[in-house]
């Protein structure tokens, strides 16, 4: 019997004339005609020579095609290799040349500049795939034949890599079975009560855990419909909410629609939940939008390692600025950060998880994998919690160094190494700062040495097409010295503090 996620999908789509995706230019897809789309992909990257295995890299815009091109991939038996948009060059480079994927799908903008890259890399195809269903992939697809039978799967082979940077060194693949991403999104659908008859509006990127798996695949396991918006724009959400029955989003998108005078009672008045996650949301966020909409959001947390690991209840009470329960099947504990020696009830420490929605490890990286997990196989998340007394988890703190800015993740040390190396740069440090649209805005304190005619304009400019643009600094200061400990660790604790009411107003 095969475990491949895409038989799974599949096997539970009774009725393959139902809608699946209504995009907001009229390119809409019943079930069926994702599955025929998929099989056309499936059979043009087996042409292009992807064996099970191999790695299929694609940094498209959002569109339905991209995310049918998700399934293709998983049919043929290969690994799915999503990209943010935004990556520059110089990142897509040590993307390409670490995870070596046998096909490249690129934006057609792009390919001029990508595909010499890609070929100089070993990449044998560097196809192009558009954000209206046009591109050199697309082409090969309609040649190729809609009937596809899915390449048998184990559950631990694998079905994607995301990548997600570390605190040290460079971003680290993220390895997800195909039994990963089933047994979560089976758990999510029973605990969220999703059903066909649920419309779920998307308007996440799906190059990312929120909307690729939490989003699409409870919608495809269900057979439910989405409206799937190319990007969040809160008019069009606005417009589109009172046809949708659900709505999932990051902190930054229920800050963007409370400003939107359109947001009332009336107009979501047939939705049954609103579910956010990514970064923490802002309990006065809840408590906002729950005396506007009449609805309580339902936080939950999850990482690109492990998919989702709690959720606040469905039935009882969701509480603010509480992540909720572990999801059935997934051990969590609280466990001194040192030792990983489980804490008493209360006590804040690492929060820990194990169970079948954690990763099978990092591409290419033995000890890295090794270093994130205790002996006893618990997954080490790096973010600081405890459970309450009603056995509520809260997120208190992150014992990595990271910031979260509108759902994206940012290393301050990617940052730091990018700037440090300026001429005139004598050091800097890169922090989070409390910002009222992104949650967290990134900010560069930066010591020059005596003389350098450094400005922040100046730093902003070096960096602008090495970082994305989403890892760029909001602000830049420049310091005579950076506050050190005792110990000679910047303490950027205190930099934060400095700069805390910087993106208040
Ligand atoms: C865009 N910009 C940003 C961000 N997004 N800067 C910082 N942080 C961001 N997140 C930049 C743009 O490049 C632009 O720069 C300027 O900010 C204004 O862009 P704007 O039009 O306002 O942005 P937008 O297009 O509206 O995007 C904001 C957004 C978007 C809707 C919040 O970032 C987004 O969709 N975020 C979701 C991320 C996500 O899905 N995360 C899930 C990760 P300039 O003006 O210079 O051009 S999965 C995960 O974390 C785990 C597993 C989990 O638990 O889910
Ligand atoms: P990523 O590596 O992009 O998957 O980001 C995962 C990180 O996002 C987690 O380790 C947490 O720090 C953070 N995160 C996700 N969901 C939440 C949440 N609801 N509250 C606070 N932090 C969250």
Redesign the pocket.
């Known amino acids: 019997m095969s475990d491949s996620l895409y038989t799974l999908i599949r096997s539970r789509i009774a009725d393959p004339a139902r809608p699946f995706i209504e995009t907001g230019d009229g390119r809409n897809f019943s079930y069926g005609d994702a599955f025929a789309l998929a099989g056309r992909f499936a059979n043009a990257l087996q042409a292009m020579g992807v064996q099970p295995g191999d790695r299929v890299a694609v940094q498209v815009d959002k569109s339905a095609e991209a995310l049918i091109l998700y399934l293709g991939v998983i049919a043929a038996g290969g690994v799915y290799l999503p990209l943010n948009v935004g990556y520059t060059l110089t990142e897509l480079e040590y993307f390409i040349g670490d995870a070596e994927p046998r096909v490249v799908v690129c934006r057609p903008s792009a390919v001029a500049a990508l595909a010499p890259v890609a070929g100089k890399l070993g990449v044998a195809h560097c196809v192009t795939l558009g954000d209206k269903g046009d591109g050199t992939l697309m082409d090969k697809a309609a040649a190729a034949s809609p009937d596809f039978t899915a390449v048998p799967r184990a559950a631990s082979d694998l079905a994607a890599i995301l990548y997600?940077s570390g605190t040290t060194g460079r971003s680290k693949g993220a390895m997800l079975s195909h039994s990963n991403l089933a047994s979560n999104a089976l758990t999510l659908v029973d605990y969220w009560r999703f059903t066909k008859d649920d419309v779920l509006l998307h308007a996440l990127p799906i190059f990312?855990?929120h909307g690729l798996f939490v989003a699409s695949n409870i919608v495809l396991l269900t057979g439910a419909k989405m409206i799937f918006l190319n990007r969040f724009d809160a008019d069009e959400v606005i417009r589109q909410l009172p046809r949708a029955t659900a709505m999932m989003g990051v902190p930054t998108f229920y800050v963007r629609l409370l400003q939107h005078a359109g947001l009332t009672k009336e107009l979501v008045k047939h939705i049954r939940l609103f579910v956010?996650?990514?970064?923490?949301?802002l309990a006065d966020t809840h408590k906002e939008w729950e005396a506007r909409t009449g609805h309580r959001i339902l936080?939950?947390?999850?990482?690109?390692e492990t998919n989702m690991n709690t959720s606040n209840p469905y039935d009882a009470e969701r509480i603010a600025g509480t992540?909720g329960f572990p999801l059935p099947g997934v051990s969590l504990r609280i466990a001194d950060p040192e030792t990983g020696k489980p804490l008493p009830q209360g006590e804040i420490g690492m929060i820990e998880v194990k169970g079948p929605n954690v990763f099978q490890g990092y591409w290419r990286m033995p000890e890295k994998t090794a270093a994130e997990f205790r002996a006893d196989g618990f997954f080490i998340?790096?973010?600081l919690g405890k459970i309450d007394d009603r056995g509520y988890v809260h997120?208190v703190g992150?014992g990595k160094d990271?910031i979260?800015s509108g759902g994206y993740?940012v290393y301050p040390k990617e940052i730091e190494t990018e700037i440090d190396a300026l001429p005139g740069v004598v050091e800097s440090a890169v922090i989070g700062v409390a910002h009222r649209d992104f949650g967290e805005g990134v900010t560069a304190v930066v010591v020059t040495s005596k003389g350098a005619a450094l400005d922040e304009a100046g730093v902003l400019k070096a960096l602008d097409g090495r970082l994305a643009k989403f890892k760029l600094p909001k602000r830049v200061f420049f310091v005579d010295d950076l506050p050190r400990n005792t110990m000679g660790k910047v303490q950027k604790n205190l930099l934060r503090d400095q700069y805390r009411d910087l993106y208040k107003a």
């Open positions: 997600t990312h855990t956010s996650g990514s970064a923490p949301l936080e939950r947390y999850g990482m690109t992540v998340t790096g973010d997120i992150r990271l979260i993740n």
